[in-house]
């Protein structure tokens, strides 16, 4: 699997091993940068970027022409990032995706965004889904350079055109063959973590908390 050859050298490098325990961590901010290709974009298809939302970061970390998403909080009602992993064994143990707010708009028509970023195990692949208007994966990340640490979660990678987003562009009549697998642009995630409490530690607090009640009660 091309993914996992490719972040798993990335790792290994890192200095992290697979195997080892360690408490896990959550992402609970940060921002996802995005520098699309426009001018192959509006080379090989009819879309033309025409607005974005209130919220979305102009310009973001990948430069003056690219845009930035705040993540979404894991304690936010809708779209909450619920991604985590063992910075010892990152493989084995990731789970959940990383939500955002904001949306593009292409032609002052189709509007795209709140993008979730998870793992796709039929691609074996990180993908970049459409939550606005629930057309799917959009893009696959074709990750070059990652850091699964303690403190922050860092990820670049270019974004690949899906099947899905390239049969959406023919259905629609915006593009005139298929763009599966078209690199049209980069993107770069700087995720903020926190410590998850272990199942222990939770029922440890609430015993605790139980505990305290009764006292204050009596």
């Known amino acids: 699997m091309k993914f996992s050859f490719a972040l798993g050298a990335i790792v290994a490098a890192s200095g992290l091993s697979v195997g080892a325990s360690a408490d896990l961590v959550g992402v609970v901010g940060g921002q996802t940068n995005?520098?699309?290709?426009?001018?192959?974009i509006?080379?090989?298809?009819?879309?033309?970027?025409?607005?974005?939302?209130?919220?979305?970061?102009?310009p973001g970390n990948l430069g003056s022409d690219s845009v930035a998403f705040a993540i979404t909080s894991p304690y936010a009602e809708t779209g909450a990032t619920t991604f985590q992993y063992d910075t010892m064994d990152f493989f084995g143990s990731f789970l959940g995706t990383i939500g955002h707010r904001g949306t593009l708009t292409f032609n002052d028509a189709v509007t795209i965004g709140n993008f979730e970023i998870g793992f796709d195990p039929s691609l074996g692949a990180f993908t970049v889904s459409d939550t606005y208007s629930s057309l799917g994966a959009l893009f696959e990340v074709g990750i070059t350079d990652a850091s699964p640490l303690a403190e922050?979660?860092?990820v670049m990678g270019d974004l690949l055109m899906t099947e899905n987003f390239a049969m959406i562009l023919l259905d629609l009549g915006l593009a005139s063959s298929d763009l599966t697998g078209a690199d049209v642009g980069d993107a770069w995630v700087q995720g903020l973590n926190q410590a998850v409490p272990t199942p222990g530690a939770?029922?440890?607090?609430?015993?605790?908390?139980?505990?305290?009640?009764?006292r204050r009660r009596s």
């Open 34 to 40: 995005v520098l699309l290709d426009f001018e192959l």
């Open 42 to 58: 509006s080379s090989v298809t009819d879309l033309e970027l025409t607005g974005v939302s209130d919220g979305v970061i102009i």
């Open 152 to 154: 922050t979660f860092d």
């Open 202 to 214: 939770l029922a440890l607090g609430c015993v605790a908390m139980l505990g305290s009640r009764r």
